[in-house]
């Protein structure tokens, strides 16, 4: 069974920039290469919504309206890491940063299609 594990989060001015890892671990017959891997928000109150997406190589990638241009997803095989640079933050980037996993097909942006979770990291962007 894959497990992830989100790290890098924080206090961060606004206009910052803070840079998330994932981690992933416990393959079995698949390696991590196999797995697109996505980033999702949550803050307080909302739900959780999609920031972004990576395809298997790395090759195709997706963002969110909101983030679009100031974020980038990025992936090393290698190391079984997938990252989410984060620059230019805003206080509404605030939330909790989680990493998914065994995307099984949709909607990049959907939280049901994916069957592995994070437990999160908090990101903070203060005014």
């Known amino acids: 069974q894959v497990q992830v594990a989100e790290s890098g989060g924080g206090l961060v001015q606004a206009g910052g920039s803070l840079r998330l890892s994932c981690t992933a671990s416990g393959f079995s017959d698949l390696t991590f290469d196999d797995y697109a891997m996505g980033w999702f928000r949550q803050a307080p109150g909302k739900e959780r919504e999609g920031v972004s997406w990576?395809?298997?190589?790395?090759?195709?990638?997706y963002y969110s309206d909101s983030v679009k241009g100031r974020f980038t997803i990025s992936r090393n095989n290698a190391e079984n890491t997938v990252y989410l640079e984060m620059n230019n933050v805003k206080p509404e980037d605030t939330g909790m940063y989680y990493c998914?996993?065994?995307?099984?097909?949709?909607?990049?942006?959907?939280?049901?299609?994916?069957?592995?979770w994070g437990r999160g990291t908090q990101v903070t962007v203060s005014s």
């Open positions: 990576i395809s298997w190589s790395g090759t195709y990638t």
């Open positions: 998914a996993a065994d995307w099984v097909g949709g909607l990049w942006s959907g939280s049901k299609f994916y069957k592995t």
